[in-house]
């Protein structure tokens, strides 16, 4: 088969990481991504991309495992050269603090991050209302400054990007030969996944460059993340939310809360807020399928549902996925040649 | 009862501070000056990045590792108030690295979360097989400067700009009625005001760099080449200030291009994402270097006049660090002049 055609839906996080590794393992692939918004209006833009990953009910803890060190030794690399800060990778260090001492006293993933460990007595004055922590360094990753790199990288690989809504996987049939469903939470409309749902995310983005370690409550819902240029204040996580529009007393709450964990952000300036609907799933729905109709087949590969967790594995989902191209290739290409007995 | 504080660095508006809180309301009459020929932020303390660490070793000088944890725990006090913004306080995270294995530091237990780095996070640092990790504090004197400049004109304290020439000049030769109390802050230019071969200038140059990605402070030693002669990379509220010149003796205060190189170097080297920071300014300054800091009472006699002087000087590449213990210090060394004065007596126990 000359140069297959492989079309890559959607051009957040992972949808983009996700055509870079195709175009890494199969150079022949003629690769395009197709999405209807690009940074800085993907739900990725909106997140704070900081790698702690988030637990998926569904997917066994060894494969999460794998998914983040692979990540986390990926971007550890670009944070330690000259691309650092054209990528928008650093190191932040920071605690995570929690009111009630967790089940789970070791997360599965605090061998991978740096420097793991419970947070001392003097460490934990500084958070009265919290009786446990662990402080650790980890990897941020800044949008746009990370999309735009990949879509950077993408170019020079000869990765053609075009902004177009796709309504329907079956649309592509007649141009590419194999699909890649990186779409997130538009997966839900366009293959009808009722298993995916949005976990609304409203946060503020603030200028308070004084503020250097990152904070981050157990429970998951409050937290300040620092980045290049602004700091990351959340936040919620509202099932079944499909709003985008931000709510001016839930950026009262956030403020409020965040305040009262850093009491120096009450001086943050200009505030900006944001809206995001996790791509929420029992499990990473990373897979094969075949579409096929009237005779005529269509490779699938499904990549999406990372939720809250999407830029912490995205790496290791997007080179899973690409394996899984390597394999409708090869399925194509066995295809074609017993075609030509 | 006039007291004459002077130097405007740190040093100098901290000890007028402290004093002033402590006993104003003891001594009604009492009225603090300030005099200095620089103010912030032409002062010592206004080129320092900020950053709360002390040398690697105390030499056995506890004095001195006392004042530096009265220092840390003061400011840690402020961290959680509204103030802290205003005074440029802040926490920050980083590294120390090291070549080889040293003992822990005398501060260890001062900072927060002190630990040795893992093997993991030396791959950072090609060339360093040891370090430390901590969370320590950042004061940055262009804003701390003017909150205790604000601090002390709201409890009137005056200010003159002026070159003091001599001990005498403010203790009653040529005043109508001379201060009581000299506090001699005057950093690195003290031999100026009385010959002190112990102190020498420290001279070191910094780079302002754009780099907002950096959030860690980055220390290396090398343990043949001194302090401060090995690159440091410390992030600002604004700037990334990158360094690592220490020449003891030199007094020049221009920027020097050979030392420019040196810095920019071994920075990139250390953090090669650096190669892409904008460089928004270079700044060199002398460090008030002395075997240990000068803190004592001297009474200096000339004609029919003396006055009461109280040395505070000499606080190196650690000024900040021990800025707050030294002014605690000085203001006890000050009460005791109250109390031979009769002027205030110590507090009396509760009955």
């Known amino acids: 088969m000359a140069a297959p055609k492989v079309a890559v839906v959607g051009a957040g996080v992972i949808g983009l990481s996700t055509a870079l590794c195709i175009a890494e393992t199969c150079p022949s692939c003629s690769v395009t991504v197709l999405s209807d918004q690009f940074s800085p209006n993907t739900t990725s833009d909106v997140a704070a991309g900081m790698l702690i990953p988030h637990t998926y009910p569904g997917t066994p803890i060894h494969v999460q495992k794998q998914w983040f060190t692979e990540t986390f030794a990926y971007l550890f690399a670009i944070s330690n050269s000259a691309e650092a800060s054209e990528a928008g990778i650093h190191l932040v260090s920071g605690w995570q603090v929690f009111k009630t001492t967790p089940k789970e006293e070791l997360p599965f993933w605090s061998d ?128 079944e939310s499909w709003s985008l529009s931000p709510d001016p007393s839930t950026t009262k709450d956030i403020f409020d809360r965040c305040c009262s964990l850093e009491p120096s952000l009450r001086g943050a300036q200009d505030i900006k807020v944001k809206v995001g609907l996790r791509p929420s799933r029992w499990c990473v729905r990373l897979q094969r399928e075949v579409l096929s109709q009237g005779g005529v087949k269509l490779p699938v590969v499904h990549n999406y549902g990372h939720g809250a967790g999407g830029f912490s594995v995205h790496r290791g989902t997007a080179k899973e996925a690409a394996h899984l191209v390597g394999e409708c290739l090869a399925a194509l290409q066995g295809s074609s040649s017993r075609a030509k007995l | 009862m006039r007291v004459a504080i002077i130097g405007a660095g740190v040093i100098g508006l901290s000890t007028a501070l402290c004093i002033h809180e402590q006993y104003h309301g003891l001594v009604p009459s009492l009225e603090l000056e300030v005099y200095a020929d620089r103010y912030t932020p032409h002062t010592t303390s206004d080129g320092a990045a900020g950053l709360w660490q002390p040398y690697l070793s105390d030499h056995g000088n506890l004095q001195e590792t006392l004042w530096n944890k009265e220092t840390f725990d003061y400011l840690l006090g402020h961290l959680g108030s509204p103030a802290a913004k205003e005074m440029g306080l802040f926490l920050i995270s980083g590294y120390n690295l090291f070549t080889q294995p040293v003992p822990d530091p005398s501060w260890k237990n001062i900072v927060l979360g002190f630990r040795n780095l893992t093997p993991k996070e030396l791959e950072l640092f090609p060339g360093y097989s040891y370090g430390w990790f901590n969370t320590a504090l950042m ?213």
């Open chain 1, 112 to 239: 991978v991050v740096l420097g793991f460990r419970p947070m001392s007595e003097a460490e934990l004055q500084k958070f009265p209302q919290h009786r446990f922590g662990q402080a650790f360094t980890t990897l941020k990753c800044d949008c746009p400054p990370y999309l735009l790199w990949l879509e950077k990288r993408l170019k020079a690989s000869g990765v053609q990007m075009y902004t177009r809504k796709v309504a329907d996987l079956w649309d592509l049939h007649s141009e590419y030969n194999i699909v890649v469903n990186c779409a997130g939470i538009g997966a839900h409309q366009l293959v009808g996944d009722e298993k995916l749902f949005p976990v609304r995310g409203q946060v503020l983005k603030v200028h308070a460059p004084w503020v250097k370690n990152f904070i981050r409550d157990g429970d998951g819902l409050t937290y300040i993340y620092p980045g290049i240029r602004r700091v990351t204040l959340g936040g919620t996580r509202e099932k």
């Open chain 2, 139 to 351: 004061l940055e004197c262009r804003s701390y400067l003017p909150w205790l400049t604000n601090r002390l004109t709201q409890r009137g304290v005056k200010f003159f700009h002026k070159k003091v020439e001599s001990f005498q000049e403010v203790s009653g030769d040529i005043f109508a009625q001379g201060v009581d109390v000299v506090i001699n802050c005057t950093g690195v230019r003290a031999g100026e005001l009385q010959p002190d071969p112990e102190l020498q200038p420290g001279r070191g140059q910094v780079i302002k760099v754009l780099a907002p990605w950096v959030k860690h402070f980055i220390i290396t030693h090398d343990i043949e080449s001194g302090i401060y002669n090995s690159p440091y990379v410390i992030p600002g509220s604004e700037f990334t200030v990158l360094g690592g010149i220490y020449q003891h003796g030199n007094w020049n205060e221009e920027n020097s291009a050979q030392d420019h190189k040196t810095i920019w170097e071994n920075c990139c080297r250390l953090l090669p994402a650096l190669q892409k920071a904008k460089i928004v300014g270079e700044w060199s300054g002398l460090r008030p270097a002395r075997p240990w800091v000068r803190l004592e009472r001297e009474t200096v006699r000339h004609g029919h006049f003396q006055a009461e002087v109280i040395h505070n000087y000499g606080h190196g590449g650690f000024g900040i660090t021990i800025h707050w213990g030294c002014a605690m210090a000085a203001a006890r060394l000050f009460g005791s002049i109250l109390q031979e004065k009769k002027l205030a007596s110590p507090p009396q126990p509760r009955l």
